[in-house]
């Protein structure tokens, strides 16, 4: 089957502020674990007063007819392009078959009434494994909502996809390389300790696993990452953070950018770089960028990359009235 969504941005994690805002039973363990951004342990033989204790959502056995559900506000609200019903460690007591809805709200309750839309129907899962579905609709969502039918546990609910920001709540300056707009990486030379992605999140990085992080280059060259940024842009501050990397900081960086006609213009020429230090730098490029690459030198790590200017508002109020017009039709 078609996986090649799970590279793609989980828009319910934790680490974009997603949460769960409702289960109707969380007996042995809180559908809070559902979207928290690390992958899902286990001790066995670990008893608290319920019982065996799981890193995931886990309803009590059922005694009636019915199922269990979970409503997951999206981090990020988006197009989703797939879920995983990550069920790890979940053998006994995994759910054998579980459903997924999406719903698009304006605002920021989820009325009793909504009318949620069908992304994934009722389908077979497998215990202590991933369970990929596609999806294929490509409206945006700002909530899902997981069934299992009858009980059980699920570790991780990742629901991949792009995030579609509602342009009216964007000042008129900001991140444009924030996952949270919508921008992607789609290229680097090397990421064997951290992926790039992992630059542009949101916040501070919380330690030097936070962040992209290159394997020592052994030849010439330099190492680089790729970024399409939200909307072609207007840059006007780049901010290059090397916190945590205390020995492995790159020594300078520079930033490109193109606006997809193929020419190549400085937004911000070598500059040296100082270990474990977040750095500003004022930029006036020629042309408005709609994407950029980050040279490196030679190699290292980056906790984050921001590139804030005055993006192109037409462009991203096409592509959230693109995503959303049918999403709110009733
Ligand atoms: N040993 C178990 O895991 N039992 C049960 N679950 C927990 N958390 O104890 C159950 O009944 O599914």
């Given at each position: 089957?078609?996986?090649a ?23 042995f ?34 005694r ?6 979970a ?5 990020a ?8 019903v990550?069920?790890?460690?979940f ?6 078959f ?7 709200v304006d ?6 009434d ?9 389908s ?6 991933r ?6 609709d ?18 991780r ?27 992607t ?6 990421m064997?300790?951290?992926r790039p992605?992992?630059?542009l999140?949101?916040g ?27 909307a ?18 790159p ?22 770089l ?44 096409e ?12």
């Amino acid at each position: 089957m078609d996986d090649a969504f799970t590279a793609r941005l989980d828009l319910a994690s934790r680490a974009l502020g997603g949460g769960v805002v409702h289960a109707n039973d969380e007996f042995f363990a809180a559908a809070d674990h559902l979207v928290l951004p690390e992958p899902p342990t286990f001790s066995p033989r670990t008893f608290d007063h319920k019982g065996q204790v799981y890193d995931g959502w886990e309803t009590r056995r059922r005694r009636t007819p019915g199922s269990d559900v979970a409503i997951v506000r999206l981090g990020a609200p988006g197009v989703i392009h797939g879920v995983d019903v990550d069920t790890s460690f979940f053998v006994g007591n995994f759910p054998p078959f579980a459903s997924l809805d999406g719903l698009a709200v304006d605002g920021h309750q989820v009325p009793p009434d909504a009318a949620w839309t069908a992304l994934v129907p009722k389908s077979p899962l497998n215990g202590d494994s991933r369970n990929l579905f596609a999806v294929s609709d490509r409206r945006r969502f700002t909530h899902v909502r997981l069934t299992i039918f009858p009980d059980g546990g699920v570790a991780r609910l990742r629901v991949h996809g792009e995030a579609i920001p509602d342009p009216a709540l964007l000042p008129a300056e900001f991140d444009v390389a924030a996952v949270t707009a919508g921008a992607t990486v789609t290229g680097c030379s090397n990421m064997f300790f951290g992926r790039p992605h992992q630059m542009l999140m949101p916040g501070l990085a919380r330690h030097m696993g936070d962040g992209w992080e290159t394997a020592r280059r052994r030849e010439d060259g330099n190492e680089w990452a790729e970024i399409e940024l939200a909307a072609p842009t207007e840059v006007t501050f780049v901010d290059l953070d090397t916190s945590h990397f205390k020995g492995n900081a790159p020594g300078a960086a520079a930033l490109r950018g193109t606006d997809g006609s193929g020419d190549w213009f400085d937004i911000l020429p070598r500059v040296p770089l100082s270990p474990d230090t977040p750095h500003r730098f004022p930029v006036r490029p020629e042309s408005p960028a709609s994407r950029v690459r980050l040279d490196i030198y030679p190699d290292g790590g980056m906790a984050r990359l921001r590139i804030i200017g005055r993006p192109d508002r037409a462009f991203l109020t096409e592509k959230f009235r693109r995503h959303t017009e049918e999403s709110r039709r009733p």
